[in-house]
């Protein structure tokens, strides 16, 4: 690359919550690396792809996408794949795609900057073999794209081996940061202005602070206690390890968003056992029922697979059976699907398609109603939300609610509009089975524009 510009890179990105983080930091990284960030492949230097292996036929949707960079390779760009597709594949991108010069899984990436010099001499790099590692991706130069709401990693990789899931194969193994640099991180956000913060990890419940400080409770009220932080929330978490006073903690401190999202996976303790969940359907209903139990009102939310290797058709009604008597928000729902390394490949995936999509019709349908009938609760409610956008179309401005829903809400002619990022109360004129619509409460007339 020639030294008279400034290198530029373009990223795509793929898949979950710490996917989109990792992007941030990798672009902090790059732009602390003297890149200079564009918007369209054509403009870059380096390409990068941030890739997701979750579900389906996430390799061959890589292996084409970069099919198309090899028309661009003349021009002397460079490419980069990284995350959870790089890490499964490793050299097999090479092999397939010679013109790619990097190929680096998520547990690599704070040697960044290394593999950064190493392409820029024309060499290739992996970032393969750091699954063991014992150490976290942390730099101050995380890039955030919202000013507002960031996320903050408590913990990197996953322990579990659920049968179905490439998680702990392409993350790699469970680590998490110190309290205190997350504390002082979140603190710098407060500081810079973010008033929304979210924890992240693949199961934040099994944080464990490496210098024995805090629980995640702890941990999760110490953010919730900074100066400045008005909403907390954490995710993905884990029944197994989801206890009571991660609720006690909720249900003691506002700033603690009243949502969980509690992937179930299904209502069959005989599936679930097959899945290797380590919880029957009587133990998650017992996390339920501490939810159910506190003060405030705790939106709950979830992640379904059907057609999991097995699953009966009585299997598959104890799932209905489970989301009328947890009486779920939302849920993601999926079919579930082969992954390479998992236990459950092996298995015969013996469920035919179409009975996966008639089960996942159903599974919608059914909680489309609950989600409409809890959302019908809310009609008259005065809530907070966080503005976070604009629908000039519908003269609406689009709000959160700390319950993580959307609050389409319209302001009064000629009132001036409120910002982006601030707090206002909104009145609920209308609910929908997934949102809800509103006006600007009187009260908040003033303090709109904070
Ligand atoms: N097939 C279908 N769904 C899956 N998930 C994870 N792995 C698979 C798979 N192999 C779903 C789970 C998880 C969510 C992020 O993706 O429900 O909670
Ligand atoms: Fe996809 Fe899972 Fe990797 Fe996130 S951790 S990017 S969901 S495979």
Not at 105 to 110: M, P, V
Request: proline share 4%.
């Amino acid at each position: 690359m020639d030294s008279e510009h400034t290198k530029t890179f373009f990223i795509e990105t793929f898949g979950c919550q710490m996917n989109f983080h990792d992007s941030e930091k990798v672009i902090g990284t790059l732009v602390q690396q003297g890149y200079h960030q564009v918007q369209t492949v054509e403009e870059a230097d380096l390409v990068f792809y941030n890739t997701c292996s979750i579900r389906d036929k996430a390799e061959q949707k890589v292996f084409n996408r970069l099919n198309e960079y090899k028309k661009l390779q003349n021009q002397g760009k460079k490419f980069a794949v990284i995350g959870c597709v790089a890490q499964q594949e490793g050299e097999k991108i090479f092999e397939k795609a010679p013109y790619v010069s990097l190929v680096a899984g998520s547990a690599s990436y704070r040697n960044l900057p290394k593999m950064l010099v190493q392409i820029e001499q024309g060499s290739r790099a992996t970032g393969l073999d750091d699954r063991q590692t014992d150490e976290t991706f942390e730099t101050e130069f995380t890039a955030r794209s919202n000013p507002h709401r960031g996320y903050i990693t408590i913990i990197e990789g996953c322990d579990k081996f659920c049968a179905y899931c490439v998680v702990p194969y392409t993350r790699g193994k469970e680590r998490s940061r110190t309290s205190d640099s997350v504390l002082g991180e979140a603190r710098r956000m407060a500081d810079a202005g973010y008033t929304d913060i979210q924890l992240l990890g693949q199961n934040v419940n099994s944080y464990k602070d490496p210098l024995a400080r805090k629980s995640f409770a702890e941990l999760l009220t110490a953010v919730g206690e900074i100066n400045g932080i008005r909403r907390v929330r954490f995710t993905t978490s884990h029944p197994r390890d989801f206890t009571k006073d991660i609720v006690d903690a909720i249900d003691a401190l506002p700033t603690l968003c009243d949502h969980v999202h509690l992937p179930v996976q299904s209502g069959s303790t005989a599936v679930l056992a097959s899945m290797y969940r380590e919880y029957s359907r009587e133990q998650y209903l017992e996390r339920v029922s501490w939810m159910k139990s506190a003060r405030r009102h705790i939106s709950m939310t979830s992640d379904i697979i059907v057609g999991f290797p097995g699953e009966t058709e009585s299997e598959f009604e104890e799932t209905l059976s489970l989301i009328q008597e947890v009486g779920y928000d939302s849920i993601f729902t999926f079919k579930y699907s082969p992954r390479p390394n998992t236990p459950a490949i092996d298995r015969e995936d013996s469920i035919p398609e179409e009975e996966k999509t008639r089960r996942l019709q159903v599974l919608n349908d059914v909680q489309r109603e609950i989600s409409r009938a809890n959302y019908a609760k809310h009609l008259g409610q005065t809530l907070e939300v966080m503005v976070e956008g604009y629908n000039p179309a519908r003269g609406q401005i689009i709000g959160r609610t700390s319950q993580n829903k959307t609050l389409n809400f319209s302001i009064p002619d000629g009132h001036p509009q409120p910002k982006i990022g601030s707090y206002v109360e909104a009145v609920v004129t209308k609910t929908l089975p997934n949102s809800l619509v509103g006006e600007l409460a009187a009260s908040a007339n003033s303090a709109a524009a904070d």
